[in-house]
């Protein structure tokens, strides 16, 4: 019998697949075919994962450390991260409150999951990670985009996010230290955010923080600590990205303690908890040196800062200084109505990324699967060799257009 695709959940059906992932596999397949291709379209650390983490998921398996742990993660590790919540960002949970989870980005699925009911609306601040609008698309609740603009570094203001409020909001995701944009929001930025959310009790914000150490010019805060927001906001953290370590599948979240239970149910029948060895490497990474770390930032803040130089003396673009994370965002429209020099027209961020892609073997992410088809995602977790030959390529291959 053959498959009738029309008979599969709705739901899933309208969800779209992740571009990042689609374009990363696509420059994987033209390495295979022996293209020189330079990868700057996904969003991971190049560096290895720091030698005492390593070390404590080797000695985990040794010590036959192997078997199911308790659904919300090993007491060990929830007690480690809510010393770390308490000592590095102010907020006070204790270990019940905090659930264990297989990546970060299980956790924001299963607190959308959780909050969201169908008819609900949340509110999506654009450039926005590829996965929050089909995340809420699967919970049956509808995403609505909140467009920002270079002139206010791609932060939502106030009034924006006053204007957007309905009788239906039911949650507002913020990012950051942002994906895809590197955008840092201030103290002062995020309190006249929460002052807003003051007059609007039914909405609740999830707060996703995994770039939280990649700060480079700005103080990371994290939302729940403003005066009334803890009891409204989910906080997600977790390894990936600041300790390079996105394939062990670690994070966590901590809110009040019925989000908390409710998404530990969801857990319990969908995953179970996280990998026990990758748990153990979280233990030892909440209680090594952040030398490893700010080695880290500081050779991204380097790439950041070549990055800019270049595109800055290319004609036509356009790129807010990102203050966090390892992404740029530079905006491209200029380069739309053009033709590439085989006569294909260049009549968006996805064909100009095609381009690149196919003919220079550079590989970004197009703007549209981020909510913003004016501009690119370049992911600068490369080494400057790759950098600055990259930066050679699309300076080039956009001089080609005409």
């Not at 002062?188 to 480079?216: G, P, Q």
């Not at 356009?318 to 739309?336: D, H, I, M, N, R």
């Amino acid at each position: 019998m053959a498959v009738q695709v029309e008979v599969f959940n709705p739901r899933v059906m309208a969800m779209q697949p992740s571009a990042t992932l689609a374009m990363s596999a696509r420059a994987k397949q033209l390495r295979r075919e022996g293209k020189p291709v330079i990868s700057l379209s996904a969003g991971e650390p190049d560096f290895r994962t720091p030698a005492p983490i390593a070390e404590a998921a080797i000695a985990a398996i040794r010590e036959g450390f192997t078997r199911y742990t308790e659904n919300a993660g090993m007491l060990e590790l929830r007690q480690a991260i809510s010393r770390k919540l308490a000592e590095e960002n102010g907020l006070e949970y204790a270990p019940e409150q905090i659930l264990c989870t297989n990546g970060a980005k299980q956790a924001v699925a299963m607190a959308i999951e959780v909050l969201c009911r169908p008819g609900d609306e949340v509110l999506i601040p654009a450039p926005y990670w590829v996965s929050y609008p089909e995340m809420v698309r699967l919970a049956g609740a509808e995403p609505v985009i909140l467009s920002t603009s270079v002139e206010t570094g791609y932060r939502i203001t106030p009034e924006a996010l006053e204007a957007a409020i309905t009788e239906r909001t039911r949650l507002l995701i913020l990012c950051s230290p942002s994906n895809p944009t590197g955008t840092v929001y201030t103290p002062e930025e995020l309190e006249a955010l929460a002052e807003v959310l003051r007059r609007h009790e039914h909405v609740y914000v999830l707060s996703d923080e995994i770039y939280e150490y990649i700060v480079f010019d700005a103080e990371h805060v994290s939302f729940a600590r403003l005066p009334g927001m803890k009891e409204r906001t989910i906080t997600v953290n977790g390894f990936s990205k600041s300790f390079a370590m996105t394939g062990w599948r670690l994070g966590y979240l901590a809110a009040e303690l019925p989000i908390v239970k409710a998404a530990a149910k969801v857990q319990s029948q969908f995953t179970s908890a996280p990998c026990s060895i990758s748990q153990k490497a979280g233990l030892a990474a909440l209680q090594m040196d952040k030398g490893p770390i700010q080695e880290m930032v500081a050779a991204f803040r380097q790439r950041r800062d070549f990055l800019l130089q270049q595109l800055g003396s290319m004609e036509g673009i356009t790129c807010p200084k990102p203050e966090g994370a390892f992404y740029l965002f530079p905006q491209v429209s200029a380069f739309y109505g053009r033709r590439t020099p085989e006569g294909q027209a260049i009549t968006d961020s996805e064909s100009l990324c095609m381009y690149l892609l196919e003919q220079c073997h550079v590989a970004l992410v197009p703007g549209q699967a981020f909510g913003d088809p004016n501009g690119v995602r370049i992911s600068y977790a490369a080494s400057m060799e790759d950098l600055a030959e990259a930066m050679r390529r699309i300076e080039a291959g956009l001089k080609a257009l005409h």
